[in-house]
């Protein structure tokens, strides 16, 4: 049974372009986080989804990022026109649909230049 | 609005020593409490979690932490460290096993041999 994958590991993107991190979450698991990690900090909560639902975005920046999480495939983050503060490392977790704690995954780190 | 406070931001044991790394929070209601180790380079790895029961949680690696409510804390401990412990701590609290964690800044934690 395969963790949370998340893909790329490492994305570059230069200023105003747009970044694309997907996470496919664990088998069974219905529910997806994300979480951003700036250099030297803790993660951040950014967004709660499950299938097809925005549950909480309470911590996403009002521009430029967008997310879901559709009825097949992974759930993706988005990030148009990437800025410098951009950079960091975006982790997602999943959990089961009776809780009982989430899954990290690797995380992917973004690069802006 | 909940939070997590890590007042020690590097710590440096000798190999074979205690530890015990600090954690207090702020949560308006019972809070569900975790510890994440992580790795340079990589994503979260779940130490041990409290939800309710027994204040002495058992997690994995040989780790404990003692809730103690009335002093809003977390603290983590080890009897012996091993220099493969040589990482970043993260303490957490959330409203439940399938919601938003707040995290701490953390505690890298360096193992002299």
């Known amino acids: 049974n395969a963790g949370v994958m998340q893909n790329p590991r490492h994305l570059v993107r230069r200023r105003g372009q747009e970044a694309r991190l997907r996470c496919s979450p664990m088998k069974g698991h219905s529910h997806v986080y994300w979480y951003r990690q700036l250099p030297e900090e803790g993660l951040k909560f950014m967004v709660y989804l499950q299938k097809e639902n925005i549950i909480d975005e309470s911590g996403m920046p009002k521009e430029r990022f967008s997310a879901e999480f559709p009825k097949e495939g992974p759930s993706i983050l988005r990030i148009q026109q990437v800025v410098r503060g951009d950079s960091a490392a975006y982790f997602c977790a999943s959990s089961p649909p009776s809780g009982a704690g989430y899954t990290f995954g690797s995380g992917t780190r973004l690069t802006v230049v | 609005a909940q939070s997590v406070t890590q007042p020690d931001i590097h710590i440096t044991v000798s190999e074979g020593a205690s530890l015990e790394l600090r954690c207090n929070y702020s949560y308006g209601a019972t809070p569900y409490l975790f510890w994440y180790v992580q790795s340079p380079g990589q994503g979260l790895q779940l130490l041990l979690k409290?939800?309710?029961?027994?204040?002495l949680v058992q997690g994995i690696k040989g780790f404990e932490a003692e809730f103690k409510r009335s002093q809003s804390s977390f603290n983590l401990r080890k009897p012996s460290v091993h220099w493969s412990d040589a990482a970043e701590y993260f303490c957490?609290?959330?409203?439940?096993?399938?919601?938003?964690?707040?995290f701490g800044t953390g505690t890298r934690l360096q193992v002299t041999l």
């Open positions: 957490a609290v959330g409203a439940g096993t399938a919601s938003k964690l707040t």
């Open positions: 409290y939800f309710s029961g027994d204040t």
